[in-house]
Antibody
Framework: QVQLVQSGAEVKKPGASVKVSCKAS????????VNWVRQATGQGLEWVGW????????GYAQKFQGRVTMTRDTSISTAYMELSSLTSEDAAVYFC???????????WGQGTLVTVSS | IVMTQTPLSLSVTPGQPASISCKSS???????????LYWYLQKPGQSPQLLIY???KRFSGVPDRFGGSGSGTDFTLKISRVEAEDVGVYYC????????FGGGTKVEIK
C-alpha cells in the first residue's frame, strides 16, 4: 500500500534551518510529484511547493521563494524539504503529499512538527 | 485565488444532512474543460484525506453519503446523513496555480 513516512519532530532556534524527510513506499517514487503543505497549530492548510522526483524540477509558493529547497534521493525513495531563516511564523506541522494526475493529493505523510523557539 | 468557506462551524445531529459552501475569487474552470476543485476532511489528529476531486467525483473508498456539486466559482459539499466518524475539519482546495485552500469548516456532532 502507498505510504509516505516523515521524519520526527524538530525544535529549531530562530534563524536556523530545518530539513524534513518524506520516505515513499508502495509505488514508484519517480512517477508522482511530491508536494509540501504546512499547517500552523489550529490553523488552515498552506501550500509550500512541489518537486518532480524524476527530474528534480521544483516550484515554490511565492511566499517561500528563496527560503525553501526541495530535493530527493531516488535511491531511497525519499523527498526532502529544507526551510531556512526560520521565524516563529514557520512553526507548524509540515506534510508531504503525493500529487496525482487529477491535480490533487491522494496520499499524505503523517506530518512533522517544527517548533521554532529561542 | 482566494477560497472562502461557510459556515466556519457546523453542529449536526447524527443522521441529518449537512452542507458546506466554498466560493472562489475566480472561476476554477480550466481551459482543458476540467474544474480543479477538491474537498478534504481532516479528522482530529490526522492528515487530510481526499473526499472529492474535480467538483463531484468521489475518491476511492469514500462513502456515497458524500457528494460535491457546483461550477465556476460556487461549490458545495453535502453529507446526506452525517455519522459520528464524519467529525473533523473540511477544506476545499483549488489547484489552478498557485494552489490554495479554503479556511476550513469544523463539523461536530450534537
Amino acid at each position: 500500500q502507498v505510504q509516505l513516512v516523515q521524519s520526527g519532530a524538530e525544535v529549531k532556534k530562530p534563524g536556523a534551518s530545518v530539513k524534513v524527510s518524506c520516505k515513499a513506499s508502495g509505488y514508484t517514487f519517480t512517477s508522482y510529484d511530491v508536494n509540501w503543505v504546512r499547517q500552523a497549530t489550529g490553523q488552515g492548510l498552506e501550500w509550500v511547493g512541489w518537486m518532480n522526483p524524476n527530474s528534480g524540477d521544483t516550484g515554490y509558493a511565492q511566499k517561500f521563494q528563496g527560503r525553501v529547497t526541495m530535493t530527493r534521493d531516488t535511491s531511497i525513495s525519499t523527498a526532502y524539504m529544507e526551510l531556512s531563516s526560520l521565524t516563529s511564523e514557520d512553526a507548524a506541522v509540515y506534510f508531504c503529499a503525493r500529487w496525482t494526475a487529477a491535480h490533487t493529493f491522494d496520499y499524505w505523510g503523517q506530518g512533522t512538527l517544527v517548533t521554532v523557539s529561542s | 485565488i482566494v477560497m472562502t468557506q461557510t459556515p466556519l462551524s457546523l453542529s449536526v445531529t447524527p443522521g441529518q444532512p449537512a452542507s458546506i459552501s466554498c466560493k472562489s475569487s475566480r472561476s476554477l474552470l480550466h481551459s482543458d474543460g476540467k474544474t480543479y476543485l477538491y474537498w478534504y476532511l481532516q479528522k482530529p489528529g490526522q492528515s487530510p484525506q481526499l473526499l472529492i476531486y474535480e467538483v463531484s467525483k468521489r475518491f476511492s473508498g469514500v462513502p456515497d453519503r458524500f457528494g460535491g456539486s457546483g461550477s465556476g466559482t460556487d461549490f458545495t459539499l453535502k453529507i446526506s446523513r452525517v455519522e459520528a466518524e464524519d467529525v473533523g475539519v473540511y477544506y476545499c482546495m483549488q489547484s489552478v496555480h498557485p494552489l490554495t485552500f479554503g479556511g476550513g469548516t469544523k463539523v461536530e456532532i450534537k
